[in-house]
């Protein structure tokens, strides 16, 4: 989750998962980003949440993005094995508070949607490091990176992960 969003000020932790908007069932997460991008900025909404187990109801007042928060956050809608993960830049304030040591750099998951491949494999809060042997340095360089991968191309990443790098290879098969 994204440090002082909308989402953060709404009540919503990490790991919250978003079941219905205004009594609406949310099937997939591009349906919740439609219903919230055609609602107004300051309307207030109630959204039911699954939170350690339990349904949640919270009130929550839409907002936008801070421009500098929206230029850092890639969503992963690619057309191979990466679609699905969302990540961000690495900044120094979230590798502070995560006790990610200096030396490494690349960018953060901050969501694997359910159906996508990866999901399972990867996990919000990895650090992407490289992608075929390419390092990752930012959301830019990552996107570079991930528009080239084909449709069924095997990739394989350098992620870290609770203390240690590992590498991860993604098949569609």
Same mark, same amino acid.
């Given at each position: ?34 219903? /919230?991008?055609?609602?107004? +900025?300051?309307?207030?909404?109630? =959204? !039911?949440?699954?939170?350690?187990? #339990?349904? *949640? ?29 969302? /990540?961000?830049?690495?900044? +120094?304030?979230?590798?502070?508070? =995560? !006790?990610?040591?200096?030396?490494? #750099?690349? *960018? ?41 991968? !084909? ?23």
């Amino acid at each position: 989750m994204i440090e002082n969003s909308p989402a953060e000020k709404a009540g919503l932790k990490r790991g919250d998962v978003i079941i219905e908007y205004d009594g609406k069932k949310i099937a997939e997460p591009n349906s919740l980003r439609n219903m /919230v991008a055609n609602t107004l +900025p300051g309307e207030e909404h109630q =959204m !039911k949440v699954m939170r350690d187990n #339990k349904t *949640v109801t919270v009130q929550v007042i839409i907002g936008e993005l801070p421009v500098n928060a929206q230029d850092e956050v890639i969503s992963g809608d690619y057309e191979n094995v990466l679609k699905g993960v969302t /990540v961000q830049d690495l900044t +120094p304030d979230i590798a502070q508070k =995560m !006790k990610i040591p200096d030396r490494i #750099k690349g *960018v953060i998951i901050s969501d694997v949607a359910e159906d996508s491949i990866s999901s399972g494999v990867l996990a919000q809060g990895d650090i992407v490091q490289e992608i075929n042997r390419k390092k990752v340095s930012n959301t830019k360089n990552y996107q570079e990176i991930v528009s080239r991968i !084909k449709i069924n191309e095997d990739v394989l990443l350098l992620v870290y992960r609770r203390g240690t790098s590992l590498f991860v290879t993604l098949s569609q098969r």
